[in-house]
């Protein structure tokens, strides 16, 4: 019964991708906007080095949404990887479970930090709190006696009197995206337990109530103006930011680090983001970048191997390579070996939470 079991099971990825050399010849990539431009130059490599197989195309449509393509199922009329800013959640894995994605190898390709920038024209050198962040972009603030209320802040200069008596305004990624996802985890939870109220409430639960509070009352973003959803293009954000010059943006640190010239970053607890700050964690909203790989696409999608042997190479990833050149925080060198041999043995992931 067993090798009936996988014997119907490589029939079905079979069937999946009967015809998918007519149907499909190029490599497809969905996910991130921020590990978008890193595929995006490990593609024009790619295109250079193997002038014989198509570009691949690779689509911005954020973690998450990006995640709900590639769990669909396998075969051509699915992409073969997805570029992620955070890992990959549980509902997620069990989706592409459910639709037979069940052979994935996860690879963290480097190091990102969830920027705050402001335009260069702006006079403010700004340092800003966790728990500030969070009072200027959080759907509801806690009292003293325990309850939440509508967030009442306007200006920066009302939640401190040190900031700039300027309007709130902050442009940052939308629910999909995976850096929505870990600010929310980096930003708002942390900066949520910062405020005194929340201490106090922490007193009278255990671990698991308060962990199960924050996630519930203090994940909310504000709708009411002041945090305006720019959508999966990153660059847009630069544009606006750009228009007005009193506005922040929230965005990964390739983003800040292309636009230098144009753009300053707000430093966090007195840390400004940079490479060496978000290799070190020291900038505490640094977080690992991802990709994934449907590893039955592997010996079938047309240059898909020479694809992943480019990603990983240290040409691309290494401390001198071309990623960095663009922004990304590279690996230490012994999880960047870690990583080039899970990708090119297509090491297959375990469960989420699992490790």
Not at 142 to 165: H, V
Not at 306 to 324: K, T
Request: glycine residues 8%; aromatic residues 8%.
């Amino acid at each position: 019964m067993k090798f009936f079991s996988v014997t119907l099971a490589a029939a079905g990825v079979a069937t999946a991708f009967a015809g998918a050399a007519h149907a499909r010849n190029e490599i497809r990539v969905v996910g991130s906007s921020t590990v978008f431009p890193y595929t995006q130059a490990v593609a024009e490599e790619f295109s250079g080095k193997y002038p014989e197989y198509p570009a691949p195309v690779i689509e911005s449509t954020g973690t998450g949404g990006g995640m709900k393509i590639f769990c669909q199922g396998v075969g051509d009329a699915h992409p073969d990887i997805e570029d992620a800013s955070r890992a990959m959640k549980p509902s997620e894995w069990e989706l592409c479970r459910k639709n037979g994605v069940n052979d994935i190898t996860e690879a963290m390709i480097g190091y990102d930090g969830l920027s705050i920038a402001v335009s260069r024209e702006n006079p403010t050198a700004w340092n800003l709190t966790k728990a500030q962040v969070f009072k200027a972009l959080a759907k509801e603030i806690p009292t003293a006696d325990g309850k939440l209320i509508p967030n009442p802040y306007r200006k920066w200069s009302e939640i401190d009197p040190s900031l700039p008596d300027i309007t709130i305004t902050v442009y940052g990624p939308p629910p999909t995206s995976g850096t929505r996802d870990a600010f929310v985890e980096l930003a708002m939870h942390e900066g949520c337990k910062e405020l005194p109220e929340v201490q106090a409430l922490k007193k009278n639960m255990d671990h698991k109530a308060f962990k199960k509070w924050v996630k519930t009352h203090c994940s909310p973003m504000r709708q009411d103006g002041p945090f305006i959803e720019a959508g999966e293009n990153d660059n847009l954000i630069v544009q606006r930011l750009e228009a007005d010059p009193n506005a922040l943006g929230i965005f990964g640190f390739s983003f800040l680090y292309e636009n230098d010239d144009r753009l300053k970053a707000v430093s966090i607890e007195g840390v400004a983001p940079s490479p060496e700050t978000i290799a070190s964690f020291d900038y505490t909203l640094s977080r690992p970048l991802f990709i994934y790989v449907k590893n039955a696409h592997r010996g079938v999608i047309p240059g898909l191997k020479e694809f992943l042997e480019e990603y990983a190479s240290e040409d691309a990833l290494g401390p001198d390579g071309y990623l960095v050149e663009r922004g990304l925080v590279p690996l230490p060198d012994d999880l960047r070996e870690k990583t080039r041999r899970i990708l090119l043995d297509a090491v297959p992931m375990k469960a989420p939470g699992t490790e």
